[in-house]
């Protein structure tokens, strides 16, 4: 499993790359075309917007690889090591729920939305919404992977009480 996250982790970041190399294109262009040929592009701010979409989205699932996500460092820092841990297992549930959200509410919506176009570039709105259950799934991979090394944890803290 480690080996697959490790691969998906790699991939994610160079399509996060590229999304954000895509994103300042976009932008560019936007700027160049209204100020400077004083001609908008029309494609311009879809592109961004759905750039962003897509780097928000898979920047989500990298930070839940990294264990970067948000916590609250404030609260978390000012408890004792078992509270704290139940803490983090509780987050941990949190995010196996959003993750199972975005997978399959993400994957219902992204094939309603397959019917739709965007209005300026043309493109099928499933490639902009497939970035939710793309999103679940890899956060899936990722919290699949660390959940055993904190079960452990918690039952080695369970242990040293009883």
Request: hydrophobic share 55%; with cysteine; charged share 15%.
């Amino acid at each position: 499993m480690a080996r697959i996250n490790v691969f998906l982790d790699r991939l994610t970041e160079v399509f996060l790359i590229i999304a954000m190399l895509a994103l300042i294109f976009c932008t560019g262009a936007q700027v160049v075309g209204r100020f400077i040929l004083k001609v908008p592009f029309m494609w311009t701010e879809e592109g961004s917007r759905y750039c962003f979409i897509w780097i928000a989205l898979l920047g989500t699932a990298a930070g839940v690889r990294d264990k970067s996500h948000f916590v609250i460092d404030l609260l978390s820092g000012a408890l004792p090591k078992g509270p704290k841990l139940v803490l983090e297992v509780l987050v941990h549930i949190i995010m196996w729920i959003v993750a199972l959200v975005l997978l399959v509410a993400g994957f219902q919506y992204a094939q309603r939305a397959s019917i739709m176009h965007s209005a300026s570039m043309g493109i099928s709105m499933a490639y902009v919404y497939g970035s939710a259950p793309l999103s679940g799934l890899l956060m899936v991979c990722f919290l699949a992977e660390q959940l055993p090394e904190l079960l452990g944890r918690f039952r080695a803290q369970r242990s040293v009480k009883a």
